[in-house]
């Protein structure tokens, strides 16, 4: 049974269990908060027990049979992405297979700033004599597939974005396909790019294209798709746990040189999960399409060469670092800019960075709880927003509502995430339409817990036993612990404004942790002022420094002991 209390910053904490005094049980704990049955299933996971035949989704024959006739014929391949993680690894999946076989190809991911998201008829122009694979685009680009058609220019498009309508006689590859009825709606763009390229390779290997060249180990890609699964937050069940758990494995046998350098700036010894792809990976892949050219990561990820690649990681952590500080610049002026008293926020500078509006409405959307709309502009002066959504609020309908009352130009997305296109003259009538679209009632942000445990029973060996529930992220979220009636042994600042602590059960067992972000805020104030017995809620991992392993807990609140 779960019950909920307020903690000391007013938020709310939805905790599944209650407090366990054998570490013994915390594994069948985890596993009933998540509804999982059958618990020997789900830690065996597996690619040969999970994966679908290809061809099940529509049109994914007519994709394949396409691919082949171009790879067969020598025809340029163009493949076309988006300058996310997930765009960037569905693109060097192509890229890798491609040049393995010795296919003739190009490929191009547009710039956030100049050409915005998806397919843009001078790109389709651009590569008219080509075969064009739109990949993580191209389901919403009904006006550029026309164009296509109209001028006998043929694409392919492998896409998860969601989608009202199917433009006529085009090939589209898409689990959120009105007419999909196969399941694996759950899948990113590289989970589906992966699928492809298996039902290629497997016409290919019929067709007897290998009896006089070696076959590739499309398996080997499978770091990509787990690094764009993780990263474009799509849900961990089924296929896309067996896609991560699989793809974590080769990451950690150091196969690409690119994902080897960036792991080798990390500080200490880095165990690869899927945080460690969702934070230390993530950012760097994503901060050359924030801040300059997704070409960087593309390089990063297909190099065969380890200098080459150490060379491109470094300039990925130089430009994280710079997205870092703008980010930080951003967020106190989008903070200064929020209305108290509306259900959401929607907050517009046309000289903040079109690559971070994406970040700050997360981080206003965490701070407040509520739906968040970022608003810059791009080069042409045009508004571009960002938004990020709560749970009840379907943001990608109230782009649609606001794409229909012809308030904005055009826009898509997910549930919880989207973006759109604006004339900023009209910017007054979206802050006008909005109260009327988003029907949500603010309270306090929500923090989920799996039990309590007391200090004492808190080592590397009940936080490595949990690891056999992993891959954690959506859909199987990180295990979240309340640690009861400790004290706050010492605090400290540490970069800009995250604080390091350490906390005691008053006998002689002690805890470091971090608080991110959290300088100048109720969360700080209490680490720093707090004397009397408390319980922190947060998350637990093994960190390592000089080859020693010790327990570092990562807070995320505080409350008055049960």
Request: hydrophobic share 40%.
């Amino acid at each position: 049974m779960s019950h909920k209390i307020t903690s000391l910053t007013n938020k709310v904490w939805n905790i599944q269990g209650g407090i366990i005094s054998e570490s013994k049980d915390i594994v069948e704990i985890l596993a009933s908060n998540r509804g999982i049955t059958d618990l020997e299933s789900f830690k065996n996971v597996s690619i040969k027990n999970s994966m679908p035949d290809p061809l099940i989704f529509i049109d994914m024959t007519r994709a394949v049979n396409r691919i082949v006739k171009s790879i067969k014929n020598g025809q340029k391949i163009a493949i076309l992405g988006d300058y996310d993680v997930d765009g960037v690894a569905s693109v060097s999946i192509f890229i890798k297979f491609l040049e393995h076989i010795g296919a003739d190809y190009a490929y191009y991911i547009p710039s956030r700033m100049d050409d915005g998201y998806g397919l843009n008829i001078p790109n389709i122009e651009k590569h008219r004599e080509c075969l064009i694979i739109a990949v993580d685009c191209g389901s919403s680009s009904s006006e550029e597939l026309k164009y296509a058609k109209d001028n006998n220019i043929e694409v392919v498009v492998l896409d998860h974005h969601r989608m009202s309508s199917i433009p006529d006689d085009a090939i589209i590859v898409n689990p959120h396909r009105p007419d999909e009825k196969c399941g694996y709606r759950y899948l990113c763009a590289a989970g589906l790019v992966f699928l492809c390229v298996m039902g290629i390779n497997d016409q290919l290997k019929k067709d007897g294209f290998y009896s006089e060249k070696e076959e590739p180990d499309i398996a080997d890609y499978l770091d990509l798709v787990a690094l764009a699964t993780v990263c474009d937050v799509v849900e961990l069940i089924e296929l896309n746990r067996a896609f991560v758990a699989a793809g974590i494995k080769i990451i950690r046998q150091r196969k690409n040189f690119g994902i080897d350098a960036l792991l080798s700036l990390a500080k200490g010894n880095v165990d690869v999960n899927a945080e460690v792809i969702s934070f230390v990976l993530g950012p760097k892949l994503n901060a050359a399409g924030r801040m300059a050219s997704a070409d960087l990561s593309v390089q990063l990820l297909t190099t065969q060469n380890p200098i080459k690649a150490r060379k491109a990681a470094l300039q990925l952590d130089e430009l994280n670092k710079k997205r870092q500080a703008m980010e930080q610049e951003m967020m106190t002026e989008a903070i200064s800019s929020v209305l108290e008293d509306q259900n959401f926020i929607c907050v517009y500078n046309p000289d903040w960075h079109v690559g971070i509006t994406g970040i700050i409405a997360g981080r206003l959307r965490e701070k407040y709880n509520r739906p968040s709309i970022v608003i810059s502009c791009d080069s042409q002066k045009k508004g571009k927003a960002s938004c990020r959504s709560v749970d009840g609020i379907d943001i990608s309908a109230v782009i649609k509502m606001c794409v229909d009352q012809g308030i904005i130009t055009s826009g898509g997305g997910h549930s919880m995430a989207g973006g759109f296109s604006i004339d900023v003259s009209r910017i007054n009538d979206l802050l006008d339409f909005l109260p009327s679209a988003i029907k949500y009632k603010p309270g306090p942000p929500e923090l989920y817990a799996d039990c309590a445990v007391p200090l004492s029973l808190v080592s590397a060996d009940f936080v490595k036993s949990i690891s056999v529930l992993e891959p954690f992220g959506m859909g199987n979220r990180y295990p979240k612990f309340i640690i009861s009636n400790i004290k706050i042994v010492s605090a400290k600042v540490v970069g800009e404004n995250h604080i390091a602590f350490t906390i005691s059960n008053d006998e002689e067992k002690f805890l470091r942790g971090i608080s991110f972000r959290s300088l100048n805020t109720p969360l700080g104030d209490i680490l720093f002022n707090e004397t009397s017995f408390i319980n922190v809620l947060g998350t637990l991992a093994i960190s390592s420094w000089n080859n020693q392993e010790y327990v570092n807990f990562q807070l995320e609140d505080v409350s008055p002991c049960f």
